[in-house]
């Protein structure tokens, strides 16, 4: 009911509060006793007419307060809803942001994964072709110190062989010298044989010469086989030399070109760790970023399920509120109505009384008794007793008899108004 009356137009619920003021005002104003037979009174004074009087500022002021009520009801259910659509697309914001945020940042991770990889890819080539070159530039230089080596050997043999071609043709030579020499000393002595200790003294002469000769020709050819030798050795041991200069080099360079190709990739392993933590570092920043995006998510959807929670709790306590108000006004609206309806019973019970009493010759107008009466449900009087009776003992029985005699007592207009122990006071009028 409540939230149908909250979709009403202004104007209809003021239309509704006041249709509701002035039919509990005709309600109160309305008398609900049925009429009774006319019985002749014992004074010729007219009855009194109770009337109730409603002013109407007081019921066009009770509307304006409802009506500013309502409006400041409404502004304020209109600044809440614009607060809370204000912060419902904050927070949608917020989601969007972080969610954009997480994209990028999983971009970013997957773009720096493939850098990465591409280069660990590249470190590793890099790594496998200069171990490649290295062995390459290694073995290269193991057959260049081996065919320096076999050079060198060749160079030996051949000067070994120059040497001994040499000694050959000096051999030959010296041969051929000393035959000469032996042919020239033959024929001086013979050309000296005339003379024997001539021709002596010339064959001991050329004898001499020719052992000299041919122990000159042996020295020379030693000589120069020692020296063939020596320039032989001396030319292998160079080669020799710079063929172990050039493999120690080459092996130097190959180490070299090695260490540095190994450094490199040494260096692009580290950095493919370094960009692979990077990868790891923005991967858990994206985790994080998903995670408080997830959690700021729940919280909004916890704030709304909360907030929805405590409008349905403030609709409840509003309705709770209302209910209890109506049901407030309606009771004192009740109340009131009961209690002019108990007015006119007391009236009509206090009307037949006096009607059925006999005034006492001692009666006197100030006179009264406080009477407490028995009744059925029929208005059938059971007991009747006077108290508080300001007459002498003459008047108060006459009161006692006034009610016995109005039995049965007049039935109340509406049946919540019984009383099964009735008190009223009785002051005739004179």
Known sequence: MFA????????????????????????????????????????????????????????????????????KREKAEQQREAALERKQAEAK???NEAEQRQKDAQARADAAEKQAEAKTAAAERKAAEAERQAEAQ????????????????????????????????????????????????????????????????????????????????????????????AKAKADAEEKAAQAKKAETEAKEKAKADALSKAKAAEDAK???????????????????????????????????????EAEQRRKAELAASLAIEENANAKVASDKRLSGLRDQYIASIRTKVERNWLQPPSMQSSMSCEVHVTQMPGGMVMDVRAEKCTGDDLFKRSVIAAVEKASPLPPPPDPALFERDLVFIFKPTL
């Open 4 to 71: 149908a009356m909250k979709r009403m137009p202004r104007s209809l619920l003021i239309s509704i509060v006041l249709h509701l003021v002035l039919l509990a005002v005709i309600l109160v104003s309305f008398k609900w006793h049925q009429p009774e037979e006319q019985e002749p009174a014992s004074s010729g004074e007219p009855e009194p007419i109770q009337a109730v009087m409603v002013d109407a500022a007081t019921i066009e002021s009770e509307m304006d307060k409802i009506k500013q009520a309502e409006e």
């Open 93 to 95: 914001r917020k989601a």
């Open 138 to 229: 290694a073995k290269a230089a193991e057959e260049k110190a081996q065919a320096a080596k076999q050079a060198a050997k060749e160079v030996e043999q051949k000067a070994q062989e120059q040497a001994e071609i040499a000694l050959k043709k000096q051999q030959e030579s010296d041969k051929k010298l000393a035959a000469e020499a032996a042919a020239k000393a033959k024929a001086d002595a013979e050309q000296a044989a005339k003379s024997a200790e001539a021709k002596k003294a010339a064959e001991a002469k050329a004898k001499a010469d020719a052992e000299a000769k041919e122990k000159q020709a042996a020295d020379s050819a030693t000589k120069a086989k020692l020296s063939a030798e």
């Open 270 to 308: 580290l950095k493919a760790e370094a960009d692979a933590a990077a990868k790891t570092k923005a991967d858990a920043k994206a985790k994080a970023d998903a995670d408080a995006a997830q959690k700021a998510k729940l919280a909004q959807e916890a704030a709304a399920k909360q907030k929805a």
